[in-house]
Each structure stands twice: as C-alpha cells, then as structure tokens.
C-alpha cells in the first residue's frame, strides 16, 4: 500500500530538549516537504526537498532542521523546541515532473502533534 | 511571498444542493492546482487536481481553472453530510524537475457544513 508514515503521532517535550519526527514513503517520490498546521493559519510549509541531500527552506524554517540522506526518509529535527512549535505536524511526498508523470499531487502522512510545555 | 485565498466560511448548504468553493493566487507562474479534504485533526486528502484551464470532472466534483483570472474553483454536486469538512486549495510554482525550485502553498481552507 502506497503511504506516507510520520512518527510519532503524539508528542509531549520540554522546552530544549532535541527532537526528531520521522517521515518515511514507499512510493519512490522525489519530492518531501513538512508541513506546520495551527488554527487560523492553515498549512505552512517549513522545508522541503526535492532528491537527496537537496533540501530548501519552505515560508516558516526558522527553529527547525531536516535532512535527506536517504530517498525515502524525511525527518524533522527540532533542536531546541520552544512552546511557540507546538502544533500539527504533516510530512508530505509528491512525484515531480522530471519522471515523466502529470500526477504530481501531495500525498500526506498521518500528522504528529507536538505540545512543547 | 506567493498567496492562495480562499474565503474560510463557513459555508452552509443544504443536502442535496451544489457547493461552491473559490480560491485565487497570486503567482501568474503557478503551474499546478489541487483541492484537498481535510477531516478534523486528520490529514489532507486528495479531491481533485487540475493543470489546464477549463472544467475538470470527477463524479459528483468538478474543478475550474482560470489562468488569466488567477481563479481555481470545486463544485460538488448533490453535497451529502459526509461532505462536511474543510476544502483547501494549493497551488505549485517553480521548477518542478530536477534540482530546480518548487513550493506548493496551501490556503488557509474553507469549512463546508451540509445540513441534513
């Protein structure tokens, strides 16, 4: 089954302490990219990128870190979480034109919601 | 800084009836167009995606570009109770193969009551 898994779904930290949420997909996509989600604001995209090791920062990167060594992994590193990241989180993969598909729509992983306290 | 509006509603309609759903952008270079369903506290799913100007149908949806109006819009016909969720629109621009440079922006959503 094609999908995108975020981990974990639930998240409760302290202020500082260094996290990651895994993104991992199975459907060979190039494009990866996160995805923050609070009231009233809609989806912010933080980062995204589109092959391995090319990574760009999305409209809301500052406080968070990704990295892609890998074609299937995405994860979100927060080196230093602070209350004002506290929010739902979705990673999202996409095929991108260079593979000769027209189907480039996002497919969404589950969303993680982190409470920074 | 590139934007997608939508009005956040809500809209109300009743079952039976067609709901429209408007959405404009700001970047004449926008190349890609998808509307999304998203559940509370769920993830987004895919309704539709459009790339060309004109209508575009899919059973009971039907999106609608407008290039020149920077314009994308879902109709959804015969609108059922399970239809009620929040609608967003995203919008791709930039170079989408290879190393080049690609965002794909999200509106803020519209939420969609159906009335039994």
């Known amino acids: 089954e094609a999908q995108v898994t975020q981990n974990p779904r639930y998240l409760i930290t302290v202020t500082g302490k260094k996290l990651t949420v895994t993104c991992s997909q199975n459907?060979?996509?190039?494009?990866m990219s996160w995805y923050r989600q609070d009231p009233g604001l809609g989806l912010r995209q933080i980062y995204y990128?589109?092959?391995?090791?090319?990574?760009d920062k999305g409209d809301v990167p500052e406080g968070y870190k990704v990295s892609r060594k890998e074609k299937r992994n995405f994860p979100l590193i927060l080196e230093s979480p602070s209350p004002n990241q506290t929010s739902l989180y979705f990673c999202a993969s996409s095929a991108t034109l260079s593979t000769g598909t027209r189907n480039t729509e996002a497919f969404f992983g589950q969303g993680t919601r982190l409470t920074v306290v | 800084q590139k934007e997608v509006e939508q009005n956040s509603g809500p809209l109300s309609v009743p079952e039976g009836a067609i709901a429209s759903l408007n959405c404009t952008y700001s970047?004449?270079?926008?190349?890609?167009f998808f509307w999304y369903r998203q559940y509370s506290g769920k993830s987004p799913e895919l309704i539709m995606s459009?790339?060309?100007?004109g209508d575009k149908e899919d059973g009971r949806f039907t999106a609608q570009l407008n290039k020149a109006s920077q314009y994308v819009s879902l109709l959804i016909r015969d609108s059922q109770p399970s239809d009620s969720a929040t609608y967003l629109c995203a919008v791709g621009v930039g170079e989408y193969s290879g190393a080049g440079s690609y965002q794909l922006t999200f509106g803020k959503g519209t939420k969609l009551s159906v009335i039994p």
């Open positions: 459009i790339y060309s100007n």
């Open positions: 990128s589109m092959n391995v090791e090319v990574t």
């Open positions: 970047d004449r270079g926008s190349q890609s």
């Open positions: 459907m060979n996509h190039e494009y």
